[in-house]
């Protein structure tokens, strides 16, 4: 039997059903099943949509949602396209009592369905699955600021900015900072199934986020232009060349 690698991180789960007893009965289950697999995990329940997504827009994040798609207050569809608005990496899983439904969630990307009544083998094989999908990418960067921990999905990273001895996180709709040196932050990346290219001595940027490279900047895909600093243009020009789906913008 494979052993599952342990992270060092908490997995931040949220449940959310009006029913009661199921988000009792869902709780203990996961508590036990990431006891067994030497799982830490900090569940949160949520008996409506709306309180759900309140939570989030204040800026709460969890690593994956237990979501039921029939409520009376706001149903879990109608909760999720909210949360996609402010998260779209959480991985939500949708439990529901009836399977036509399915269809109508396509658009919010669940991760995967749960048909009640559960049962413990099913939850176990399915949060086995959530578990081992979050694991199997480098899927936060993970940082202290003023004694809070924090983090933030790297796909969502566009760029690292190194100004006055702080670093500035930025992505497109917030921008973090902390106290680090960028050549830390770019060695701790190596590893990362994303690539970050050093284009500026102050500048880290996701490749994924490059829309494409003149001679002296790249454009990012929201329009932001960051210079290529001289004594790198050459490599960053090997380096974006090397990738899948390469093209160059006119300056």
Not at 20 to 27: A, L, P, Y
Not at 43 to 62: A, Q
Not at 156 to 164: A, C, G, P, T, V
């Amino acid at each position: 039997m494979r052993k599952w690698k342990r992270v060092d991180w908490m997995l931040s789960i949220a449940i959310c059903d009006d029913d009661i007893q199921m988000t009792g009965r869902m709780e203990r289950m996961i508590q036990s099943i990431a006891k067994a697999n030497y799982v830490d995990v900090e569940l949160e329940v949520f008996w409506n949509g709306k309180s759900l997504v309140d939570t989030i827009s204040s800026g709460e994040n969890f690593d994956i949602i237990y979501l039921d798609i029939e409520m009376d207050e706001e149903d879990g569809i109608t909760a999720a396209k909210k949360i996609r608005a402010y998260d779209k990496n959480v991985r939500i899983i949708y439990v529901t009592s009836h399977e036509n439904h399915m269809r109508d969630s396509f658009a919010v990307r669940p991760f995967q369905f749960l048909v009640k009544p559960i049962n413990e083998k099913i939850m176990e094989a399915c949060f086995k699955e959530v578990y081992e999908d979050i694991n199997s990418e480098d899927f936060y960067f993970r940082y202290s600021y003023q004694r809070i921990n924090h983090k933030v999905p790297i796909r969502d990273i566009l760029y690292f900015e190194s100004n006055r001895r702080k670093i500035f996180i930025v992505t497109e709709n917030e921008t973090f900072e902390l106290y680090e040196k960028l050549n830390d932050i770019e060695k701790s990346l190596k590893t990362c199934k994303v690539t970050f290219l050093r284009v500026h001595q102050s500048f880290l940027v996701n490749y994924n986020h490059i829309s494409g490279q003149a001679y002296d900047f790249v454009v990012l895909d929201n329009g932001k232009k960051i210079s290529i600093s001289e004594d790198r243009r050459k490599t960053i020009s090997e380096q974006y060349c090397s990738m899948e789906d390469t093209f160059y913008v006119d300056e």
